[in-house]
């Protein structure tokens, strides 16, 4: 049987009453109610307590007591007298669990065993009061910073009220081993707060007060903390204690589902892995009449040919070796919808999975809406799963040749081109980029790269690329804080994110190119400047450079291949292309996506954009 669950009102925005209701919709078993939220609130502990029952939810702990272990007399003494205080407070919320979190005062006294009086006598005053107290080693403690010295304080005070307090974040964020984790006896481990954060060179305190993440949302090494906890067999709640600057200003509701998956997330992964993918099926454009005359002439200069429309509805499939694009102008259904309320955009694209029901299951499993769809007799029925941006991923079976489209499309002969699909790149508002990389690590297996920071002439945009195993899905996730940049004039202009992004990859970027000039499509320009860097760098022979130049290729590589990779001009402020090639210098190839070469793109697009 699973754990119970709860979250730290701190996690979300708003006012106390918003974020309880948002906690009880998401499905959360308990709350620990963070102290500054009591304090807040126009009400008294008692209505809180009420608010808390008739939402069916736990007050699981009342958080954090600070500064108690190891004071002076003078100090010490008070600190009792506060402690007194929040006990009969509990009583009247409903609780019996107090956080205290180890000491940080300048004035703070070491020593485990004077730590462990301290303790001790806090026990028996919890005992009059039917409490606990949970004691939690923060990771910039003065003289306690790990969990194993805490835990040592709790053995030594041995007092039935007094347990310790796991935080994954504490522990991972210093790189403690963890298997000593797995020697707590499980009734001493009174709570276990979880918490995921990215890769960061700061101080752990910023660090943990502005960026921490819901599991699955970071690259801590959660997988080893579960498992010398479940070492333990702890049965207690798992807990999310979440600081971070995005959901402090994200709806309450979406950051409660989020942190809701992420626990099953954290759960469930240890025993099943996330769904395969083998490939990206077809990318699908929602667009007005007018647009997909203009499109099919991009398409068609692009290398593109059309080789299917569909039987019943203005929708046309297009293809170029592995690549298979959509045009749906249809006024009915849920291209039409999307069109509607974001303007001519991708509204979907479709993901080989090597078991469609098994992805819809997990999807459910995570609380994300599945799309069954109505279709004619005689059509082919592809079920989809809602993103966060109310976009479509369609699930398509690994077999998709051309028995699989019959049904749907009158079929004409497909020439044998070179494109695949090499890259989606998706714009995001700031606030859905975490909610995002959720969705694919917990529903399909890909891995999440590092942030890298993406210099735009307005701003910086922030760039995570998401992969599967071999590479045959790749995402770049892009969003950006700055109302200037590329990526948030997208946002303002669709009314939200989607694809801006598509990159095929080919076996010759310069014959493909020079195909693209003849028939007039529009490249962009690169500066001049660029390509003196580029021989200083590299050493391309002279008339090699020249053709780059001429074509606006840019070239980056790492240890294991080079890519030449050039763009298209933006289509209708909708979408861009790129074009790339990936070579190899033994038996890997080129594992990357230029971005070293991303800030003079962005400055190329933002010029035309201005001209």
Same mark, same amino acid.
């Given at each position: 049987?699973?754990? $119970?669950?709860?979250? /730290?009102?701190?996690?979300?925005?708003?006012?106390?009453?918003?974020?309880?209701?948002?906690?009880?919709?998401?499905?959360?078993?308990?709350?620990?109610?963070?102290?500054?939220?009591?304090?807040?609130?126009?009400?008294?502990?008692?209505?809180?307590?009420?608010?808390?029952?008739?939402?069916?939810?736990?007050?699981?702990?009342?958080?954090?007591?600070?500064?108690? +272990?190891?004071?002076?007399?003078?100090?010490?003494?008070?600190?009792?007298?506060?402690?007194?205080?929040?006990?009969?407070?509990?009583?009247?919320?409903?609780?019996?669990?107090?956080?205290?979190?180890?000491?940080?005062?300048?004035?703070?006294?070491?020593?485990?065993?004077?730590?462990?009086?301290?303790?001790?006598?806090?026990? +028996?005053?919890?005992?009059?009061?039917?409490?606990?107290?949970?004691?939690?080693?923060?990771?910039?403690?003065?003289?306690?910073?790990?969990?194993?010295?805490?835990?040592?304080?709790?053995?030594?005070?041995? *007092?039935?009220?007094?347990?310790?307090?796991?935080?994954?974040?504490?522990?991972?964020?210093?790189?403690?081993?963890?298997?000593?984790?797995?020697?707590?006896?499980?009734?001493?481990?009174?709570?276990?707060?979880?918490?995921?954060?990215?890769?960061?060179?700061?101080?752990?305190?910023?660090?943990?007060?502005?960026?921490?993440?819901?599991?699955?949302?970071?690259?801590? /090494?959660?997988?080893?903390?579960?498992?010398?906890?479940?070492?333990?067999?702890?049965?207690?709640?798992?807990?999310?204690?979440?600081?971070?600057?995005?959901?402090?200003?994200?709806?309450?509701?979406?950051?409660?589902?989020?942190?809701?998956?992420?626990?099953?997330?954290?759960?469930?992964?240890?025993?099943?892995?996330?769904?395969?993918?083998?490939?990206?099926?077809?990318?699908?454009?929602?667009?007005?009449?007018?647009?997909?005359?203009?499109?099919?002439?991009?398409?068609?200069?692009?290398?593109?040919?059309?080789?299917?429309? *569909?039987?019943?509805?203005?929708?046309?499939?297009?293809?170029?070796?592995?690549?298979?694009?959509?045009?749906?102008?249809?006024?009915?259904?849920?291209?039409?919808?999307?069109?509607?309320? *974001?303007?001519?955009?991708?509204? /979907?694209?479709?993901?080989?999975?090597?078991?469609?029901?098994?992805?819809?299951?997990?999807?459910?499993?995570?609380?994300?809406?599945?799309?069954? $769809?109505?279709?004619? /007799?005689? +059509?082919?029925?592809?079920?989809?799963?809602?993103?966060?941006?109310?976009?479509?991923?369609?699930?398509?079976?690994?077999?998709?040749?051309?028995?699989?489209?019959?049904?749907?499309?009158?079929?004409?002969?497909?020439?044998?081109?070179?494109?695949?699909?090499?890259?989606?790149?998706?714009?995001?508002?700031?606030?859905?980029?975490?909610?995002?990389?959720?969705?694919?690590?917990?529903?399909?297996?890909?891995?999440?790269?590092?942030?890298?920071?993406?210099?735009?002439?307005?701003?910086?945009?922030?760039?995570?690329?998401?992969?599967?195993?071999?590479?045959?899905?790749?995402?770049?996730?892009?969003?950006?804080?700055?109302?200037?940049?590329?990526?948030?004039?997208?946002?303002?202009?669709?009314?939200?994110?989607?694809?801006?992004?598509?990159?095929?990859?080919?076996?010759?970027?310069?014959?493909?190119?020079?195909?693209?000039?003849?028939? +007039?499509?529009?490249?962009?320009?690169?500066?001049?400047?660029?390509?003196?860097?580029?021989?200083?760098?590299?050493?391309?022979?002279?008339?090699?450079?020249?053709?780059?130049?001429?074509?606006?290729?840019?070239?980056?590589?790492? %240890?294991?291949?080079?890519?030449?990779?050039?763009?298209?001009?933006?289509?209708?402020?909708?979408?861009?292309?790129?074009?790339? %090639?990936?070579?190899?210098?033994?038996?890997?190839?080129?594992?990357?996506?230029?971005?070293?070469?991303?800030?003079?793109?962005?400055?190329?697009?933002?010029?035309?954009?201005?001209?």
């Amino acid at each position: 049987m699973p754990n $119970p669950t709860s979250i /730290a009102t701190v996690s979300l925005s708003g006012d106390l009453r918003t974020k309880l209701e948002a906690i009880a919709k998401a499905g959360f078993d308990g709350v620990e109610l963070f102290e500054q939220d009591l304090l807040n609130f126009h009400g008294s502990p008692q209505t809180v307590r009420a608010m808390i029952s008739d939402l069916g939810l736990t007050l699981v702990a009342f958080q954090p007591f600070r500064d108690f +272990e190891g004071m002076p007399y003078s100090e010490r003494q008070q600190n009792f007298l506060r402690a007194e205080h929040k006990f009969s407070l509990m009583q009247q919320l409903g609780t019996d669990l107090m956080l205290v979190c180890s000491n940080v005062s300048p004035l703070a006294l070491g020593g485990l065993d004077r730590a462990a009086e301290d303790f001790f006598a806090l026990g +028996e005053l919890a005992k009059k009061y039917g409490a606990r107290v949970g004691f939690e080693a923060l990771a910039w403690g003065k003289h306690i910073s790990d969990y194993r010295d805490a835990w040592e304080v709790v053995r030594r005070a041995n *007092h039935p009220a007094i347990g310790t307090i796991l935080d994954s974040f504490h522990i991972l964020a210093k790189n403690l081993e963890v298997n000593s984790i797995a020697s707590i006896p499980k009734e001493k481990i009174f709570l276990v707060q979880v918490a995921d954060a990215p890769s960061l060179e700061m101080g752990v305190v910023p660090w943990s007060r502005h960026y921490r993440n819901f599991p699955g949302q970071g690259r801590l /090494a959660l997988g080893a903390f579960m498992q010398a906890l479940q070492a333990t067999r702890y049965d207690g709640y798992y807990s999310l204690e979440i600081f971070n600057d995005q959901f402090r200003a994200a709806p309450p509701k979406q950051t409660a589902k989020d942190g809701r998956r992420s626990l099953v997330y954290l759960e469930e992964c240890q025993a099943a892995k996330p769904i395969s993918t083998s490939g990206v099926g077809f990318i699908e454009f929602a667009v007005s009449q007018k647009v997909a005359a203009e499109l099919s002439t991009l398409f068609t200069g692009l290398g593109f040919t059309p080789v299917g429309q *569909h039987r019943s509805k203005q929708v046309t499939l297009w293809r170029n070796g592995q690549a298979q694009l959509i045009i749906n102008s249809q006024n009915s259904g849920f291209a039409h919808q999307h069109k509607a309320v *974001h303007g001519s955009s991708v509204c /979907a694209f479709a993901l080989c999975v090597p078991s469609v029901e098994a992805t819809i299951a997990r999807a459910k499993e995570f609380f994300y809406e599945v799309i069954e $769809p109505n279709v004619a /007799a005689g +059509e082919q029925p592809i079920p989809a799963i809602v993103g966060t941006d109310g976009s479509l991923i369609y699930l398509l079976g690994d077999k998709t040749d051309d028995s699989f489209w019959e049904a749907d499309f009158h079929l004409t002969s497909s020439p044998a081109n070179s494109f695949r699909i090499d890259h989606i790149g998706q714009v995001l508002p700031f606030s859905q980029s975490l909610s995002w990389l959720l969705f694919y690590r917990s529903i399909f297996a890909v891995q999440a790269s590092n942030l890298t920071n993406i210099p735009d002439p307005s701003g910086l945009i922030t760039s995570q690329v998401l992969e599967n195993d071999d590479c045959s899905v790749r995402f770049v996730l892009n969003a950006s804080q700055y109302a200037g940049t590329l990526s948030a004039k997208y946002l303002s202009g669709h009314a939200g994110g989607g694809v801006q992004h598509i990159a095929f990859s080919t076996t010759d970027i310069f014959i493909t190119l020079e195909q693209w000039a003849k028939r +007039e499509v529009k490249l962009l320009a690169i500066p001049e400047n660029y390509y003196a860097d580029l021989q200083a760098k590299y050493g391309f022979e002279p008339a090699l450079l020249a053709q780059m130049q001429r074509l606006g290729v840019l070239y980056d590589q790492d %240890q294991h291949g080079g890519f030449f990779h050039a763009y298209t001009q933006t289509f209708a402020d909708l979408f861009f292309i790129e074009l790339c %090639q990936r070579t190899a210098f033994s038996h890997l190839e080129y594992q990357g996506y230029g971005a070293s070469n991303a800030p003079v793109r962005v400055a190329a697009q933002t010029r035309l954009g201005a001209a």
